[in-house]
Structures are given as C-alpha cells and as structure tokens.
C-alpha cells in the first residue's frame, strides 16, 4: 500500500526549530520529487519546498527561504523539513506530497501521494 506518513510535529517557541519527517511506505521517495506544504485555518494551502528526484534541486518559497531547509534520505526512504527561527505565522497543517518534477513544483496540478498532515504550533 502506498502511503506517506508525516511526523515532528509540535508546540514550540518563537524562534525554535523543528524538524519534520516525511516517510514514504509502498514506494521509492527517491523516484519521485517530493513537496512539503501547510494550510492554517482559513487560509489556502501554501507550497513551501520541493526536492527533485532527477538531480535533488530544490525549491523554496520566499516565506521560508533561509530559515527551512528539505533534505533526502534515500537510506530511510525518507525526506525532511528543517524548520529554524519560527514564527507564529508559521503555525499551521504541513504535509507531503510527490509533486511533478523536471524542476519541482508545489503549484498546479497536484494529484499525487499525500500525507495525512503534521501540526505545528508556534506560540510562547
């Protein structure tokens, strides 16, 4: 069964960081560029980071440009979210996704594998 389970989220400080995992079940992450995402109540989804399958370039949007960074790891068919210097404006849903590739993209189309979601709440 194909399945992407996200997990790490969590309650933390402004300016804390979090890592989130993204763990693919069913099938190789590594054939597949990858999308993190997060939806705060009321608002629209937002595409935050992709990593390519075909030569690992990455995407980010500029609300988290230098302060998360995605990473692969083949090995444990995983990929991650670093999540540094967060804000509240930060709180909200995020999941993955396999996403369209040559380059990534979190924009359009996106009709592949989804997570379920993580919460993540930035708040003293």
């Known amino acids: 069964q194909v399945q992407l389970a996200e997990s790490g989220g969590g309650l933390v400080q402004p300016g804390g960081s979090l890592r989130l995992s993204c763990a693919a079940s069913?099938?190789?992450?590594?054939?597949?560029?990858i999308g993190w995402f997060r939806q705060a109540p009321g608002k629209e989804r937002e595409g935050l980071s992709c990593?390519?399958?075909?030569?690992?370039?990455?995407y980010y949007a500029d609300s988290v440009k230098g302060r998360f960074t995605i990473s692969r790891d083949s090995a444990k068919n995983t990929v991650y979210l670093q999540m540094n210097s967060l804000k509240p404006a930060d709180t909200a849903v995020y999941s993955c996704?396999?996403?369209?590739?040559?380059?990534?993209?979190?924009?359009?189309?996106?009709?592949?594998?989804w997570g379920q979601g993580t919460q993540v709440t930035v708040s003293s």
């Open positions: 996704a396999t996403v369209p590739d040559g380059p990534c993209t979190v924009v359009g189309d996106l009709d592949g594998y």
């Open positions: 069913g099938f190789s992450l590594a054939d597949y560029a």
């Open positions: 990593i390519s399958s075909r030569d690992d370039s990455i």
